[in-house]
């Protein structure tokens, strides 16, 4: 029996309790359940996986609970290389790729099971499903998952069975799991980069479920512009709010922790704290995105004025952001180094802070001793995916050096900030901060626009807060 809390109100469990609790239960095992819609693309994954390493075993863990405080955890997030090469998000479990004679592998999915109701681990417990919720058979989850599924409980002794089997296993994910093997921590990251080259390219289910994530995302920004009266008379709290309340109800949750940066907040690049004031006259900056119920995320940002109209100055920078904008997404096309992107919005924005005098030109100069930074700071987009930063662990060169292809999503987001306190800037520019990002995906053609919903020029952003504008 799990150890009970120090300072639990009840001593222990009695034999009458005990037996109490055992009884009278309904068979509740579930017999209507069809294949997950990802399946087949899951089992497709597998099987680009298992080329890259023939002859050896992988294993991809999905991860455990982490303490918040106590005995309070945080909400559990699976990691993402284990939820692409399954479908699945349950904790505490692991797939395992085992090496077959003819080069290939056998995939199992090795989960925690029910609990059993001849014993009192299903109601007392780290894991008692009566205070976790209801978690699937391994029969279930077979059939869902498409695969062969095993108890977990089992899995160090299965591992230990083939122990002279070359092993590579995500590290960082499952610490237990990670000592209960004997793998090369060079090989391990090699895995680990092969788990990233493999989202690279969306497969046609992934880009269906982007398409949701945007779309969400659009109806969420909306909803934050409709309130923003309520925002003004309270912080930047009731935008972050609002915004989350549109994510719980179509998705799982934020797809990381919501930027609602209003005034000079907006000049740091990740303000996440969302407790300051929400002033006519300022801008606001709004960076956030709803993520599915399958765990793909969107990431758009828009700059809005709170007033409702842009001041002169505040519409300059917009309009020169805005333009870097269009240049990088023209740059956006299948056969294109991914860095051409990020480098026409960043001439651009280069050329602005010549013509201005913020930074000494030619604009050539100015961009080969990258001086632009001061006020662009970051690069100017990413991979999008089951992460917000995904395939972070790819190989450089199939990632910042390779070629966009089709299938690919990415940001395109160029910024100015101007810093509260920059002395070489004109006061009437410091506390200005203006991004604008959108979410592609590369096409045959071209790019499509995933959150192209949402306005982007200066004209459309006031139209459309005149429009919904509490």
């Known amino acids: 029996m799990a ?12 034999e009458e309790l005990s037996a109490l609790m055992r009884t009278g239960w309904a068979d509740t095992e579930r017999h209507d359940l069809e294949p997950a819609e990802q399946a087949p693309y899951a089992a497709a994954r597998r099987v680009a996986l298992s080329a890259l390493f023939p002859g050896e075993r992988l294993i991809v863990p999905s991860g455990n609970l982490k303490t918040r405080s106590n005995d309070d955890t945080y909400p559990f997030r699976p990691y993402s290389g284990y939820v ?4 699945d998000q349950a904790r505490d479990g692991a797939l395992v790729l085992e090496p077959r004679a003819d080069g290939g592998h056998d995939a199992y999915c090795y989960q925690l099971p029910r609990d059993s109701r001849d014993n009192d681990e299903f109601w007392i417990g780290y894991t008692a499903e009566l205070w976790m919720g209801r978690r699937r058979s391994l029969a279930e989850a077979e059939t869902v998952l498409g695969l062969p599924c095993r108890d977990v409980r089992t899995i160090t002794e299965d591992l230990a069975a083939g122990s002279g089997v070359p092993t590579r296993i995500v590290r960082g994910v499952d610490p237990a799991l990670e000592a209960a093997v004997a793998t090369d921590e060079e090989r391990d990251i090699e895995l680990e980069g092969a788990l990233s080259d493999l989202r690279l390219v969306k497969d046609a289910w992934e880009l269906g479920e982007m398409r949701k994530a945007v779309d969400s995302t659009v109806r969420g ?4 512009v409709a309130e923003l009266s309520r925002a003004i008379a309270s912080s930047e709290r009731w935008i972050e709010g609002t915004f989350f309340r549109r994510a719980r109800l179509e998705g799982n ?5 919501s930027i609602c940066a209003a005034g000079d907040h907006a000049t740091i690049m990740h303000w996440t704290d969302n407790d300051g004031p929400v002033r006519p006259g300022e801008l606001l900056l709004l960076d956030a995105g709803v993520e599915t119920h399958s765990l793909y995320t969107a990431d758009v940002t828009r700059t809005l004025p709170i007033s409702g109209t842009f001041t002169p100055v505040q519409r300059q920078v917009y309009d020169a952001v805005y333009e870097a904008q269009e ?3 023209a740059a956006v096309k299948p056969g294109a180094p991914y860095r051409d992107f990020h480098e026409a919005s960043q001439r651009h924005l280069t050329a602005r802070l010549v013509e201005w005098g913020f930074i ?9 001793l990258g001086l632009q930074r001061r006020f662009t700071m970051a690069g100017t ?6 992460d917000v930063h ?5 190989r450089t060169e199939e990632y910042v050096d390779g070629v966009l292809e089709p299938g690919m999503v990415l940001t395109v987001e160029p910024g100015l900030y101007f810093q509260p306190d920059d002395l070489t800037v004109p006061e009437e520019w410091r506390g200005i901060g203006v991004r604008i990002e959108d979410d592609l995906v590369v096409t045959e053609e071209g790019h499509e626009n995933l959150s192209a919903g949402l306005p982007r020029s200066s004209a459309e952003v006031e139209a459309w807060m005149a429009r919904f504008a509490g």
């Open 360 to 368: 000494e030109g030619p604009v050539d100069r100015a961009y080969a």
């Open 3 to 14: 150890k009970g809390r120090k300072n639990g109100l009840y001593e222990g469990v009695s």
């Open 390 to 394: 995904d395939c972070a662990q790819a």
């Open 221 to 224: 920004f909306t909803d934050c």
């Open 327 to 329: 240049a990088g997404m």
């Open 381 to 386: 987009g990413h991979m999008l995916g089951l």
């Open 253 to 257: 949750h934020v797809g990381y922790g």
């Open 84 to 87: 692409h090469m399954t479908g």
